[in-house]
């Protein structure tokens, strides 16, 4: 539901006349990009990954120089060679990913780059206090001597904001800020949006999630291929409308399958303990499997040990306790590559650390789990023909979009290194396959693709194991519904006797309705 705020009559509090902006290589990211932000309102930011919405707000807040074009705020014309000086200008920006020193305090982190000082001392007690003030005032309370590290990730984002607020942001950038949050943290996010924006700050809003932008949206702009293609009001606009727009053309957004025809059981998986990074129980006497043909889902809010799980198949991280197997083969204790050439695929949940490796060729990443057998080595001879065949045949299929297959994966958007990884890893014979938040921060056009692939390979009889932390995900793609709460498997249940209602409880409770 919009928040419906009386636009201002003076100048927008942000405008952008004209961006233009070209990288190396000819890539054009922004072609006379126009977009106003007035006072108090929330502006939604939409368009594919590749779109141009990133480019554009990093030139808002100093990252980047535009080739040409202007920007201006409060009406005047002004020029950021940094962030420090949008900073100093009124604007804050919140990132997808946190910026954040975990072993910092949260007074620690915030003033990080602007500590007050008493003498030659930096005076934390005069922080925590003006923290405590900016907490009460938009309802974003955050304790000043915690540790980042033993945060959860939306009390971090809390935080982030803070961190903004602290320094007398006026104009807020938010750049998908619901990516990691559970549908709760959602709503509680909601809330301090609305404080903010009641109390004169401006948001500009970038999401992929269309439900979200329709309940906090004041305006929409929609961007694609580099360009404003069209704008929208949320009090009319449905999220079919703004799919087609963000796209141009008609968007599948309910996932296409028919009923599942599971097989023999695949991935067996008995009394399973898996530690976390400081040695404590992540994964607690877990005990599922998954037939062939079927999508299995995991359910859960990010932390209560996902990560573990998928790692611990996967053979990236060793079990403490119980055994899985492939088919009749004890993989217990294996390693990755031994897993791998079971024909198991892995689409990890951490794409730029476990998915690709940044600095390689498009190509170079479209075998990394192949390239030493045939057809791509011969006597550890790399065949450098064959891998760009198979790149290209690839790209085609997967509709990869980058300019050359030498082109470096950092190069390529966000969604298009999802379609590298998803591309490698089910392009093969896998029976099984592994595939954890696979749509994370992607666009409508993406996630259409992406689900597509995975039902397809359901389809062709493998055992799909799919964990997300996007309820809608897991109600849409799975067959049965499996939910991790504090590190142990609570309740197995067909998707089709359950609802999102009951999950969503299991998720926050470890309990169902049903019991009360």
């Known amino acids: 539901m919009s928040s419906n705020h009386a636009p201002s009559t003076s100048a927008p509090a942000l405008q952008a006349r004209g961006i233009t902006k070209t990288f190396p290589g000819g890539v054009v990211a922004n072609r006379a990009v126009d977009f106003d932000l007035r006072r108090g309102e929330v502006h939604c930011l939409l368009g594919e990954n590749g779109a141009g919405k990133s480019t554009l707000v990093n030139i808002v807040y100093g990252l980047y120089q535009p080739d040409e074009g202007a920007i201006l705020v409060d009406g005047n014309p002004v020029h950021f060679r940094t962030s420090a000086d949008a900073i100093a200008a009124g604007i804050g920006m919140v990132h997808q990913h946190f910026q954040q020193i975990p072993v910092f305090t949260v007074a620690e982190n915030i003033v990080l780059g602007n500590e007050p000082r008493r ?13 405590g003030e900016i907490g009460q005032r938009y309802g ?28 007398d942001a006026e104009i807020l950038i938010l750049d998908e800020p619901t990516a990691v949050l559970t549908p709760g943290e959602v709503d509680e996010f909601f809330g301090v949006v609305r404080s903010l924006v009641d109390q004169g700050t401006s948001i500009v809003f970038i999401t992929h999630k269309l439900r979200e932008v329709l309940d906090v949206a004041d305006r929409i702009t929609v961007l694609r291929d580099g360009r404003t293609v069209g704008s929208a009001d949320p009090a009319t606009a449905s999220e079919q409308d703004l799919a087609n727009l963000m796209v141009g053309r008609d968007v599948l957004l309910r996932i296409a399958k028919t009923d599942a025809t599971p097989g023999p059981e695949r991935l067996m998986v008995r009394d399973l303990v898996v530690h976390d990074d400081r040695g404590l129980v992540a994964v607690d006497g877990v005990s599922f499997a998954v037939r062939a043909g079927e999508v299995f889902g995991i359910a859960g809010v990010d932390g209560n040990g996902q990560r573990e799980l998928v790692e611990a198949l ?24 031994s897993v791998s050439e ?9 794409r730029s650390r476990h998915g690709v490796i940044a600095q390689f060729t498009l190509a170079d990443n479209l075998v990394l789990n ?31 979009r980058a300019r050359s297959l030498d082109s470096a994966v950092s190069d390529l958007s966000g969604g298009n290194q999802q379609k590298v990884i998803i591309a490698r890893e089910l392009s093969g014979n896998q029976t099984v396959l592994l595939v954890a938040q696979p749509t994370r921060g992607l666009d409508v056009g993406s996630i259409e693709f992406i689900h597509h692939r995975i039902i397809e390979l359901r389809d062709q009889g493998a055992a799909v194991l799919l964990v997300s932390a996007e309820l809608d995900e897991i109600l849409g793609l799975a067959d049965r519904i499996g939910v991790l709460y504090r590190g142990r498997l609570v309740e197995v249940v067909e998707r089709a006797a359950t609802s999102r209602e009951e999950i969503g409880l299991f998720m926050a409770t470890g309990e169902s309705a049903r019991a009360s």
Do not use: C, W
Request: a positive charge.
């Open 370 to 400: 192949s390239y030493f057998r045939a057809p791509f080595a011969r006597r550890r001879v790399r065949n450098d023909r064959a891998v760009r065949a198979h790149a290209r045949e690839l790209v085609e299929r997967f509709d990869i």
């Open 314 to 337: 996967a053979g990236m991280r060793a079990a403490v306790a119980g055994s899985v197997h492939i088919g009749d083969v004890d993989v217990t204790q294996a390693d990755a590559r």
């Open 342 to 350: 079971l024909g198991v695929g892995h689409v990890p949940e951490d």
């Open 140 to 167: 974003l309370a955050v304790d000043p001597d915690a540790l980042i590290a033993d945060l959860s990730v939306g009390e971090q984002q809390r935080v982030e904001l803070v961190k903004a607020l602290y320094r």
């Open 119 to 131: 003498g030659v001392r930096i005076d934390l007690a005069r922080a925590s206090k003006r923290i």
